[in-house]
């Protein structure tokens, strides 16, 4: 067996691994609500942003995989699982705040998944494919997920908590991020430069995020201190 299968397989077996990261974040959000108290939101801290974003990635890297020739199995099929935990994840958002851009994000993401199945269906495999217009939205949807990446980031500094966000989520991604970067490397520089690129931005948002959890608890630890010095 290659080492472009085997790395393959390692990557497909891993985005599984952060598929179950989502479902951690899941879990945690069904957690919540069967503990919510009156008024509380059990989607507190998360930033619709981030999870647009992430769905985004998830959902270009099934699109370019299924438009590949020929077709790239190890790309596509391990992200659906991930499109559909990131669309009940946006679901849960929108019945916990009841607004309208939750429901928008909620309704935009559905249909540019349906769009991409139909796409691929029906029009793959691209002959003779632009070098150039793939890649570059790849790269594009990459940078969304960093700028989702920093409100998240963003936000939990403001509200000095994580809320409802896993931890666990972000380790996984992490996993899958160095994994791709493997298999990226196995791909070649042609098709496989987009990839690496999109593992250095998710790795740059996740180790981003994990550093945040680290500086909450951080700053608990302190005001906790500077509690027992005042009372003492």
């Not at 699109?63 to 935990?85: D, K």
């Not at 963003?154 to 996984?172: A, F, N, V, Y």
Request: aromatic residues 12%; hydrophobic residues 50%; charged residues 15%.
């Amino acid at each position: 067996m290659s080492s472009y299968h085997i790395t393959g397989i390692i990557s497909a077996l891993l985005s599984i691994l952060a598929s179950a990261g989502l479902a951690t974040q899941v879990r945690l959000l069904w957690k919540r609500h069967r503990e919510r108290q009156e008024g509380q939101s059990i989607s507190e801290g998360l930033s619709l942003n981030r999870f647009v974003t992430s769905f985004i990635v998830f959902l270009a890297l099934f699109t370019y995989g299924g438009l590949l020739n020929p077709f790239n199995h190890y790309l596509a099929w391990p992200r659906v699982l991930g499109i559909f935990l990131v669309l009940l994840i946006l679901w849960i958002i929108f019945r916990d705040r009841q607004c309208r851009g939750s429901g928008w994000a909620f309704i935009g993401c559905l249909c540019a998944f349906l769009v991409s199945v139909l796409v691929i269906a029906f029009g793959r495999p691209i002959e003779n494919p632009n070098p150039v217009v793939l890649p570059s939205l790849v790269v594009v949807v990459s940078l969304l997920y960093l700028q989702g990446g920093i409100i998240q980031m963003q936000m939990i500094r403001r509200l000095r908590k994580t809320g409802s966000l896993s931890q666990g989520m972000h380790l996984l991604f992490v996993l899958k991020d160095v994994s791709l970067v493997t298999f990226a490397i196995a791909m070649g520089a042609r098709d496989g430069w987009p990839i690496l690129f999109t593992c250095a931005i998710g790795l740059t948002v996740n180790v981003g995020t994990l550093w945040c959890f680290r500086w909450v608890r951080r700053q608990d630890f302190d005001d906790s201190v500077a509690k027992d010095a005042a009372a003492s």
